[in-house]
């Protein structure tokens, strides 16, 4: 695991944000890479003061600055995803991602269309997603309670890509993991 400070994961959610509001002008792998360069650019000139403006949730805010970070990878087993993640019924999502990813697999028939758009939207070019904005997890309990299974790790942000990376059979992906820091 390589040490991270938690402005490099405070700008890799905002990126994540910035891309993200862009999704609809994606078509291909070429116009997400034009997308992507524009966005990070962007993003690496924002100041830290802005930096850390532009993240509103004062929860996240805090997680970020009171953990120590790590850049590494991690198995799909061993994360939670968020509760009723884009209004996926609980049922789904109560435990680990990977057994969540085969009940959305198996379970897509069944699924509102509109549930799974923005998972079809960003399948083509998550690949190269993850490996330029990794996702954020947490300590498992931090986000997800009962009645979700507590997990090693908790998502933060990412877990639609987690999900699709998922569904093309990746089983481990890049992360940042925040670890409560040791006093």
Known sequence: MKKINSTKVARNFVLAQGLKKRYGQINSLKDYKT?????????????????????????????????????????????????RMNQIADNLLIKDAQWSINQIYTSSGKLLKGQLNHLFRILPFVQFLNRQVPIIVVKGGTIRKKPYLKEKYDIDDGCHRAVCLGLLGRRVINAYIGIEKEE
């Open 35 to 83: 997308i992507y360069k524009e966005v990070q650019k962007e993003v690496a000139a924002y100041s830290e003061q802005k930096l850390w403006k532009l993240i509103t949730d004062s929860s996240r805010k805090r997680r970020y600055n009171q953990f120590q970070w790590y850049e590494t990878k991690v198995s799909l087993d061993k994360i939670g995803l968020w509760p």
